[in-house]
């Protein structure tokens, strides 16, 4: 099984659409972000997570808002889609003592 | 703004050979360094990470930090066509250890 599940797995939606990816982890840990990454640039950390109660901006966090529901559940909603917000979408989870960081599968979602 | 440069590449080099892959940071006060892995269209999968000044081996892999100069690089030994992917450099700084990664390099190993 998994550790790190994301949900969908691909989506396309249309431009003006509220969407939202859940991130759903086994592994306990309490960190937790979301990823986009576009062909040549990597990834950029849009939000991040330390626990239920804590959540920060990353680099890229115009457009997009989150939602811990619960230790293990991290969702990113998209309020308004726009199509530079295709890309691909990675959730991550990471252990308070830690630095090294898990993935999920991705998402790729298509904003037309 | 924290950058992590990566050669672009794409690097190619005959099955056998050793591949080299080399990262640069701009904040001195990173503390540690990290290689991923990620086949097309996956995720990213950690292959080695590194704290301190020097190298650090693992099988086929040796990944080597200069922090003075701010450099890590990747060596992987006996490259193998399954080495073919994407190569990201993080690094990891701050209080709240957050990464920030490289645009990766493409690596192609040619049978």
């Known amino acids: 099984d998994a550790d790190v599940t994301q949900t969908p797995r691909n989506r396309i939606t249309k431009t003006g659409k509220r969407i939202m990816l859940e991130c759903s982890q086994t592994?306990?840990?309490?960190?937790m972000y979301w990823y986009r990454q576009d062909p040549g640039l990597g990834l950029r950390l849009i939000y991040y997570?330390?626990?239920?109660?804590?959540?920060n901006k990353g680099e890229i966090s115009d457009g997009y808002s989150v939602s811990r529901q619960a230790q293990a559940k991290f969702s990113l909603s998209l309020e308004s889609a726009i199509p530079n917000q295709t890309a691909l979408y990675f959730c991550?989870?990471?252990?308070?003592?830690?630095?090294?960081?898990?993935f999920g599968p991705g998402t790729r979602l298509t904003v037309t | 703004q924290k950058e992590v440069e990566q050669n672009s590449g794409p690097l190619s080099v005959p099955e056998g050979a050793i591949a080299s892959l080399n990262c640069t940071y701009s904040?001195?006060?990173?503390?540690?360094f990290f290689w991923y892995r990620q086949y097309s269209g996956k995720s990213p999968e950690l292959i080695m990470f590194?704290?301190?000044?020097g190298d650090k081996e693992d099988g086929r892999f040796t990944a080597q930090l200069n922090k003075a100069s701010q450099y890590v690089s990747l060596l992987i030994r006996d490259s193998q066509p399954s080495d073919s992917a994407t190569y990201l450099c993080?690094?990891?700084?701050?209080?709240?250890?957050?990464?920030?990664f490289g645009s990766g390099t493409q690596l192609t190993v040619l049978p």
């Open positions: 991550a989870t990471q252990t308070t003592e830690g630095n090294e960081q898990y």
């Open positions: 592994k306990g840990h309490d960190r």
């Open positions: 997570s330390f626990d239920v109660k804590d959540i």
């Open positions: 904040d001195r006060g990173s503390q540690s």
């Open positions: 590194i704290y301190s000044n």
């Open positions: 993080a690094v990891s700084s701050g209080s709240a250890r957050q990464l920030t």
